[in-house]
């Protein structure tokens, strides 16, 4: 099976989840897509982003910008992260820079690829036009339980909830964000550290292993998983939280750690 993998970052679940990938025995990852370029409709990027700041808060935004490196950066101590390009070279991997996740320059890539499978590992928004080319359509990894936590970060939201649990779930891609049919979720403990911070990028961290090699499992028996695809149902979407929120997540992780194994 011919795959192509397709991300808008250097780092993150792509350079993570590519060393695994790469010797499969069912699946051939042939081409990797890196999207370089800034959201089309820049106009109507502004004004989401102007209506989330009204949604949860102008401190809730900034404490937003402050946590955003908990999903990223602290969670780099944990886990290898490959470089993209020379592992690419050296495996014989076509990759391939674009400036525009739904740009005519990647939907001409695809249609020349012509892939069983796409991949998303890391994206904004996918439309129609690029995600239903490859005769699969694409798949996408969210890094937190579906249909429960639709565009959640991770970890957060479950400790607000009051759970000691996060997970991940690999799914199709449609043409609302994280609605697709799913494939494969699986549930983690979420792995308590001294501080809350630190909770979330350790656990991120497991989460990324895990969802690796099931990615991996999903790949070698694709026809399988992808036949037994089912729908999500109802779903709850989450945002950045409000500061108020945030203060509730802060609360439930110290009763959290106060709670025996």
Not at 66 to 89: G, M, P
Not at 228 to 240: F, K, L, S
């Amino acid at each position: 099976m011919n795959v192509v993998l397709i991300s808008s970052s250097w780092k993150g679940t792509l350079a993570h989840h590519l060393p695994c990938l790469i010797n499969g025995s069912n699946f051939r990852i042939s081409t990797v897509i890196i999207n370089e370029g800034v959201a089309l409709r820049k106009k109507n990027v502004l004004k989401k982003k102007l209506f989330k700041t009204l949604k949860i808060g102008f401190l809730g935004a900034l404490n937003g910008i402050r946590i955003r490196k908990w999903f990223h950066q602290n969670v780099e101590k944990y886990i290898t992260l490959a470089d993209v390009r020379s592992l690419c070279e050296k495996q014989g991997i076509r990759l391939v820079v674009v400036n525009g996740i739904n740009s005519n320059e990647t939907k001409s890539i695809l249609r020349e690829v012509n892939p069983d499978l796409a991949v998303s590992l890391g994206n904004g928004y996918i439309a129609k036009s690029v995600f239903s080319i490859p005769k699969y359509g694409m798949i996408n990894i969210h890094h937190e339980l579906l249909p429960e936590y639709q565009n959640a970060q991770s970890v957060i939201w479950q400790l607000y909830n009051g759970s000691n649990e996060t997970g991940f779930t690999i799914h199709k891609i449609n043409e609302r964000i994280d609605a697709g049919e799913i494939l494969y979720r699986k549930r983690i403990k979420i792995e308590v550290r001294d501080t809350l911070s630190d909770t979330v990028s350790f656990t991120i961290s497991k989460v990324l292993d895990a969802s690796a090699n099931a990615l991996k499992t999903i790949l070698e028996k694709f026809p399988e998983y992808y036949k037994d695809a089912v729908p999500q149902g109802e779903g709850r979407n989450y945002t950045t939280p409000s500061l108020s929120q945030f203060i509730r997540i802060y609360l439930n992780f110290r009763q959290l750690k106060k709670t025996p194994e």
